[in-house]
């Protein structure tokens, strides 16, 4: 297969896979989250779509120039473009819904820079980032806002009650049918740790597209750590700059009090009282160093069709 004719199977791939979610790209989208070619992919992955290798060998990079080419000559049938977005053909109703879905995503916009700054504040929050519809730009009228949360690596579970309580008392924690707008904390993680669950196509898109809001070094950190697999599935794409901010003095002082025999006990104390009470399940992660709470993930639905449909 020629060098041009393999693009052109990568960019189709590419479409397909966001198209399954309704999402056209732009041009540097498509170029930055160009998927790695499928049958190759296939050698690296068990039949649920996770990755299986630790051969880490990547494809060689692919200029926005020569995609742009690929599009104009090689896709002219396969793929249009409508209101600056490309799609497969004959989709073009996508484009206009992706337009449409950041009416939605405007006022959640307000209500992060509102309320997630003051996670700065708290003892033992490290790092936070944007995931789900709303970084992904497919946030809809009843959609909530997910946060992957990075906590000390020797406090997941106290940091992780603290959160709850502060979006609790603000009254913007999801919970119940309490959905829409609220923040979904389902994911945290003892320091920055490299994953070992969970590794497909799609999730790695999720952590591809996390967007830093707190702690920007930490989540940076984070991807890097998870580059090697993420990367598998897109070469092309790059983790966010490491940039450092400063504790702030209100978190330094409630850590001095926390840190020490009381807060030790408190972290055990909070484990064995939480622990029980989480249902086990499918894409539920319940381990030293992560709590990952997706029971009503649709990604394998997802990664079947893409792969083998």
């Known amino acids: 297969m020629t060098q041009q004719l393999m693009l052109k199977e990568r960019i189709l791939s590419t479409l397909k896979f966001f198209d399954l979610q309704d999402y056209p790209l732009t041009l540097l989208e498509l170029h930055k989250y160009l998927i790695a070619d499928v049958e190759f992919l296939k050698q690296k992955i068990d039949t649920q779509g996770e990755i299986i290798t630790r051969d880490y060998t990547q494809e060689p990079e692919v200029s926005i120039f020569e995609v742009l080419k690929c599009l104009d000559v090689k896709c002219a049938k396969e793929v249009q473009n409508t209101l600056g977005f490309y799609h497969l053909a004959g989709r073009g109703a996508i484009a206009q819904t992706r337009l449409t879905n950041y009416f939605f995503g405007i006022k959640r916009e307000k209500l992060i820079k509102k309320y997630v700054g003051g996670l700065r504040r708290l003892p033992f929050i490290r790092g936070v980032a944007l995931g789900g519809s709303q970084a992904m730009g497919l946030s809809k009228r009843g959609s909530d806002i997910d946060l992957l949360i990075i906590t000390d690596s020797r406090f997941l579970w106290l940091g992780r009650t603290i959160a709850t309580l502060y979006f609790q ?42 967007r830093p809001l707190v702690g920007q070094g930490v989540v940076a950190n984070f991807q890097k750590n998870n580059l090697g697999w993420i990367r598998q599935f897109f070469p092309q794409w790059r983790s966010v700059p490491a940039l450092l901010e400063n504790f702030l003095a209100v978190q330094k002082f409630l850590e001095k009090i926390l840190s020490g025999r009381f807060g030790l006990w408190l972290e055990s104390k909070l484990k064995s009282w939480q622990l029980p009470r989480i249902k086990k399940g499918k894409f539920i992660i319940v381990e030293e160093d992560e709590l990952s709470f997706h029971p009503d993930s649709k990604q394998q639905l997802l990664l079947q069709k893409f792969f083998y449909e």
Do not use: Q, T
């Not at 829409?180 to 320091?191: E, P, V």
């Open 169 to 210: 008392v603000l009254g913007k924690r999801r919970y119940g049918e309490k959905i829409a707008d609220r923040f979904c904390l389902n994911h945290y993680l003892a320091g920055p740790k490299a994953l070992g669950n969970i590794k497909n196509l799609y999730s790695a898109m999720e952590y591809a597209r996390l």
